[in-house]
């Protein structure tokens, strides 16, 4: 048999291989640790599934939950246990009948020599390559004491070690029952928590290899555990040419001398109803017509929404959908969390060749950490780094609250994290409500630095002259400058 670092044993879910640098390490013991209904059954399933599909025996060991309810519930998250050998030693009627008089009964009372002698028969008889003792700490109320415990425990996973077997063993965190003094006797430690932000998995505890850090987080489905690893930009790399996308509008390019840059993050700001998304998505239409991908992850409004005024303005994403350079999310917000996201966003760069992606917007995003918001700007700036990383062009929809008045660059204070800032304005001129647009901030070039008139109609986006004859333009209420005005300001440069 080759070392036991040369390969690895898979868990049978991907997210979870992921953090564990490629699965669990063979022939070793590993513990998994949490509250009731947070999985570890679900988890010790999988790992059993993945070994039988990989040619390996496997056997179940269950010492609580009766084996019929253990495979219905396995069938009905699409595990087959059809090829699982089971050790059946859960309680039984019997254990309550045989003491009719009621009797209160010491550990001793208890058969435990039969109990041992029918673990080992059942692992002799199968000479598993993995095995799943579900939960280990059942067996500490068989024992006088807890050094007998422990002392039965290591005895245990020293015979099943001996046996070139991989195991996995579940624990029950219970305050009358501590688990911490059984990592002791434990190669890892894969740790289940249910928080009110969400269901979070770490590894605290992994010999003879390096894990993934971060917070990451696992959802129960109908098809049994999801991982989604924490997104470290660090490790993710694309080769791409940097050179500059076009708006398709002219006078869009020009603020930008030229355009965006490939591989960099824009924020789009502004009020509500003026523009932001129908803007940033003319970069998609006109990416779409050199054969790129572009996905728009919808945060605050739905689909149709999004396609009904799409193809008002003379965006054809009809067709775009259809030829697939274009692909629209609406994104519960609520449902997910930021490394479910991340995970999504991943699989369409990674998988579907994504050169474009649009988060609309910021403060929907901001709703996924659900309770930990301090958290926003590093879950951002995690996924910014890997999408610039990867040559991917990020646009970021930020809504401001003013609609006018003060000016605001950015709500969530992310300005930071862009290489690009475009705002667009409301204004109110004599008496009529216009739109304007400029630039902020352009990291890898110089900008042009005027504020134009920008429009949306049923022909497109439509950007006008700088306006110079209006100053105080960011405060929302420009006033009119004259001519003679204008020209002894000319002369005074």
Known sequence: MSSPLAERASTGISGLDEILSGGLIPERSYMIRGQAGSGKTILSLHFLQQGV????????????????????????????????????????????????????????????????????????????????????????????????????????????????????????????????????????????????????????????????????????????????????????????????????????????????ERGTVSIVSGPTGVGKTTLSTQFMKEAADRGERSVIYLFEETEETFLTRSRAVNIPVDEMIEKGTLQVNEVEALERSPQEFARTVREEVEDRGADIVMVDGIAGYRLTLRGEGGMMLQQMHALGRYLKNMGVTAIFIDET?????????????????????????????????????????????????????????????????????????????????????RRDERWDE
């Open 53 to 260: 599909d990989e040619g390996e025996t496997a056997l179940f060991i269950n010492l609580e939950e009766d084996v019929r309810d253990l495979k219905a519930n396995a069938a009905a998250l699409g595990l087959d246990t059809g090829a699982i050998e089971f050790l059946d030693l859960s309680p039984i009627a019997d254990v309550f009948t045989e003491h009719r008089s009621y009797e209160v009964f010491s550990p001793s009372e208890v058969e435990q020599e039969s109990l041992t002698e029918r673990i080992i028969e059942g692992v002799t008889a199968v000479e598993p390559d993995r095995v799943v003792v579900d939960p280990l700490t059942q067996l500490r109320f068989l024992m006088a004491d807890d050094y007998q415990f422990r002392k039965q425990v290591v005895g245990f996973m020293r015979f099943l070690k001996d046996r070139d077997a991989t195991v996995v063993f579940t624990v029950q965190n219970t305050e009358s029952l501590p688990t911490d003094d059984l990592e002791f006797i434990t190669d890892g430690t894969i740790r289940l928590g249910v928080e009110e932000y969400g269901k979070t998995i770490d590894v605290p505890k992994f010999r003879g290899s390096s894990t993934q850090g971060g917070d990451h987080a696992y959802r129960i489905t109908d098809a049994g555990i999801e991982v989604s690893p924490a997104l470290q930009p660090g490790k993710h790399t694309g080769e791409f040419v940097s050179e500059q996308i076009s708006s398709g509008v002219p006078e869009v390019d020009a603020l930008l001398s030229g355009g965006l």
């Open 401 to 485: 609250q003013n609609i006018t008045g003060e000016f605001q660059a950015t709500v969530e204070n992310i300005s930071y994290l862009a290489d690009n800032i475009v705002f667009l304005r409301h204004l109110e001129v004599q008496g009529e409500l216009r739109k304007a647009i400029g630039v902020l901030k352009k990291r890898t070039s110089d900008f042009e630095r005027t504020i134009r008139e920008f429009r949306i109609t049923e022909d497109g986006v439509k950007v006008g002259e700088p306006m110079t004859g209006l100053r105080g333009i960011l405060g929302g209420t420009p006033e009119i400058v004259d001519r003679v005005e």
